[in-house]
T-cell receptor, first 111, second 114 residues
Framework: EDKVVQSPLSLVVHEGDTVTLNCSYE??????LLWYKQEKKAPTFLFML????IEKKSGRLSSILDKKELFSILNITATQTGDSAVYLC???????????FGQGTRLTINP | EPEVTQTPSHQVTQMGQEVILRCVPI?????FYWYRQILGQKVEFLVS????????KSEIFDDQFSVERPDGSNFTLKIRSTKLEDSAMYFC????????????FGPGTRLTVT
């Protein structure tokens, strides 16, 4: 059975800290891994990763994929209270349409 | 910036009633999806739709569910006879289907079945 597992499930840090969120997967026919940020409602797209070892960066957020060890990390540096959200990892398959999601990491940034 | 929109934001219905959830995908997108998220649980895939037909569906998407693209802009999910366990947030998503594969999600419809 295809599985996407995120850790930790919950994380509370202080503003300014750096955090690393983890996503591991066991899937057949992997195509890509996606990270989303979910605040009140809609998951908003952050990154899509298809190749191992190539870091994607957007401001204070970055992410990398390891296709040999089957995991990805999402780093957020100099965290701000606006980074508080649930971060979702999802995997897409070759020849299929669906995304399979992990359970999410609830990140809380305290001032 | 273009975005996926969904209506209504919240729908309350009685068990056994039919509901239609509406979505307007991003205009140049070709692939459309419905997902649901039961409170406290993972986002789950329901169905994908391309070229006016279902391209993939999950086990959850049984005979009580149907999807339609009635015109060039709307994409709907119908639940024929709602059950209590259909209570969830329903998300519509779309993607271009060409160079980029990322799916863009709407704000969701919260369905409450009483």
């Amino acid at each position: 059975e295809d599985k996407v597992v995120q850790s930790p499930l919950s994380l509370v840090v202080h503003e300014g800290d750096t955090v690393t969120l983890n996503c591991s997967y066991e899937v057949t026919n992997f195509r890509s891994l996606l990270w989303y940020k979910q605040e009140k409602k809609a998951p908003t797209f952050l990154f899509m990763l298809t190749s191992s070892g190539i870091e994607k960066k957007s401001g204070r957020l970055s992410s990398i994929l390891d296709k040999k060890e089957l995991f990805s990390i999402l780093n957020i540096t100099a965290t701000q209270t606006g980074d508080s959200a649930v971060y979702l990892c999802a995997v897409e398959f070759q020849g299929a349409q669906k995304l399979v999601f992990g359970q999410g990491t609830r990140l809380t940034i305290n001032p | 910036e273009p975005e996926v929109t969904q209506t209504p934001s919240h729908q309350v219905t009685q068990m056994g009633q039919e509901v239609i959830l509406r979505c307007v995908p991003i205009s140049n997108h070709l692939y459309f999806y419905w997902y649901r998220q039961i409170l406290g649980q993972k986002v789950e895939f329901l169905v994908s739709f391309y070229n006016n037909e279902i391209s993939e569906k999950s086990e959850i998407f049984d005979d009580q569910f149907s999807v339609e693209r009635p015109d060039g802009s709307n994409f709907t999910l119908k639940i024929r006879s709602t059950k209590l366990e259909d209570s969830a947030m329903y998300f519509c998503a779309s993607r271009t289907g060409t160079a980029s594969y990322e799916q863009y999600f709407g704000p969701g419809t919260r369905l409450t079945v009483t």
